[in-house]
């Protein structure tokens, strides 16, 4: 009985920190070494990070990415391995290079280049046509890179046909709600259609925008998850592979028969013979535990790990909240202390002579809750100072917006201040359905350098608080019970300027997310004055939203790279 060992380096990868992705390269194979591994797979573009967008047009990138390939090969002793980097062959691929003893014996370039959604490689990449085959003592492995395994003709069924008993797809793959689940179906699919077991391994981490799950996976040929790695975790993640048991099942098959039997081998078909023996072992590695997660512990792991990277790569240490006692940045201050701890989030109270009591006292015993610092800066005597400074200039007008708007700005003054001063950055709060029909300040509460919320919608936002506190209590109770309101005039209410928060986002859902029409919308049951209401703040407001600060991404269709509207558009589907 052959059993193949194939561990899947599950890694945090920095974009264009080539030296540093490098070290955690050669680490996780000494680590491999000692289980006597036999492959060691990592994800797509690890050595130069992903995506790594307009630094693949610097030439100096390209060849440093190239050095590495070369560096990490002879770490490559007595176990193959396969890494994700850039290939220079006229032009630049996105490849896999396949390393043993100190050697690149095979590379293989993606097939599929995504051009949707936040994806952009045929902007930057040719697209390969060879299809890879590693051999090791007559069993045969295919390579395949993210897009590739999500088509069902090809590579992966050449593959099987060719007789592959074992694929391995290299992957970055960011994370969105319902993604994980969407993902490990195809792959059962794929595995239990040809008969080949499926080691998927999947980036880790934030970058900008962008969180990466993990969640690699290895799919035995019945379709059964034989391991699995964590959500959002470093891992490396290690798989006893029956090669001799794929081997008979794939004889036994009369259709995988009857395909190999009418098969001719294509041109691009490359078959790279590899000499090395697969060790024998003496102990079989544990089965991982596998338990589902509800799609809410997801979420909020994602926006952690959002935090944490964006905040630690680009070399920050500290951040600042506005905190108004409110859910938003109740659970912005929440997230920010699990993800970088409670000694590097700030909190600042601005009270005005709209501020509640309440909103005061919620403020601070969230903070005290959570143990982190805060600093109270009235805004009373400020706001009416610039009043009196317009007075001349307003004089005979009524009291509007305007005069609401500049209390945000004056908070969000005082909250660039505390950043210029101390060097901490500051997190904004507003979310996606606030960002969706405008409901926010330019210059105001909109400022920041890193938008936690962005594309968590109202109605989630409460989902979210609420399992938070069911790990431990952090934000009151209060918080969450009570009307959600900017605090900027007497008496003020979000619902009572737009609508109730579970009618706004089922619509936000419907038209932004899903690009349903309008009149489809209605015919599901909306009344058509709130979604006329709705459609024309969100699309008259696109200016404002390519204004705010970059935020993570949890949805299939973020505003940003997901959704690309032109400001300036006379279109109107009302």
Not at 180 to 193: F, G, H, P, Q, S
Not at 241 to 259: P, V
Not at 260 to 279: L, S, T
Not at 382 to 411: H, K, M
Request: one cysteine or more; charged letters at 30%.
């Amino acid at each position: 009985m052959k059993k193949l060992r194939v561990a899947l380096g599950q890694l945090n990868m920095t974009v264009g920190d080539i030296e540093g992705n490098t070290k955690k390269i050669i680490s996780a194979i000494r680590e491999a070494k000692l289980y006597e591994c036999d492959i060691i797979a990592f994800p797509e573009l690890a050595v130069t990070g992903y995506p790594p967008e307009d630094l693949l047009l610097k030439p100096s990138f390209i060849n440093r990415n190239l050095q590495a390939i070369n560096r990490i090969a002879q770490a490559s002793e007595n176990i193959i391995t396969v890494v994700g980097f850039v290939d220079k062959v006229e032009d630049i691929y996105n490849a896999a290079a396949v390393l043993l003893n100190g050697k690149i014996i095979a590379k293989y370039h993606k097939n599929f280049l995504p051009n949707y959604g936040v994806f952009d490689e045929v902007r930057y990449f040719q697209k390969g046509n060879e299809i890879t085959l590693l051999n090791i003592e007559g069993y045969k492995i295919g390579l395949s890179i993210c897009e590739d395994i999500w088509y069902p003709e090809n590579p992966i069924n050449i593959q099987a046909i060719e007789g592959a008993e074992l694929i391995i797809n290299i992957n970055a793959s960011p994370y969105h709600i319902g993604k994980i689940k969407y993902r490990e179906d195809m792959l059962k699919v794929r595995a239990r259609d040809n008969l080949v077991s499926i080691a998927y391994i999947n980036l880790v981490g934030g970058q900008d925008e962008l969180v990466f799950d993990g969640n690699s996976i290895v799919v035995g040929p019945d379709g059964s998850i034989l391991t699995k790695g964590s959500s959002f975790e470093e891992e490396l993640i290690l798989c006893d592979i029956d090669l001799d048991a794929i081997f008979r099942e794939q004889l036994k098959d009369n259709r995988l028969r009857n395909l190999r039997a009418m098969y001719k081998r294509e041109e691009r078909v490359q078959e790279v013979f590899i000499d090395y023996k697969i060790k024998d072992k003496f102990e079989t590695i544990p089965q991982k535990t596998i338990l589902d997660r509800p799609e809410t512990e997801d979420i909020y792991k994602a926006l952690v790990t959002g935090v944490r990277d964006y905040i630690r790569k680009n070399g920050f240490e500290k951040v600042v909240i506005g905190l108004s006692g409110g859910i938003d940045s109740s659970l912005t201050a929440t997230i920010a202390v699990d993800a970088l701890g409670k000694e590097n989030v700030k909190g600042v109270l601005m009270p005005s002579q709209y501020t509640s009591k309440e909103s005061i006292e919620d403020a601070l015993e969230l903070a005290k809750n959570l143990g982190i610092e805060t600093f109270t800066i009235p805004i009373k005597d400020i706001f009416e100072r610039y009043i009196n400074e317009l007075n001349p200039v307003f004089e005979g007008l009524e009291s509007d917006i305007t005069e609401e708007n500049l209390q945000a700005r004056i908070r969000g003054n005082l909250l660039m201040a505390l950043s210029n001063k101390f060097g901490w950055i500051v997190l904004a709060t507003g979310n996606k359905s606030e960002m969706s029909v405008g409901y926010a300040t330019l210059y105001g509460d909109m400022v920041g350098g890193f938008a936690v919320l962005k594309d968590v919608l109202k109605t989630k936002v409460y989902e979210l608080a609420e399992y938070r506190n069911s790990i431990s209590p952090v934000i009151p109770e209060r918080v969450i019970e009570k009307p959600p309101s900017a605090e900027l005039r007497p008496n003020q209410k979000d619902e009572d300027e737009l609508l109730p928060y579970i009618i706004l986002d089922e619509i936000i859902k419907l038209y932004v997310e899903e690009d349903m029409p309008v009149q489809d919308i209605i015919k599901m049951g909306f009344d058509r004055h709130s979604v006329e209401k709705v459609i024309r703040l969100i699309d008259r407001n696109e200016y404002k939203r390519r204004q705010a600060p970059i935020g993570i991404r949890i949805t299939h269709r973020a505003f940003g790279k997901d959704r690309r509207m032109p400001i300036t558009n006379k279109f109107r589907e009302l």
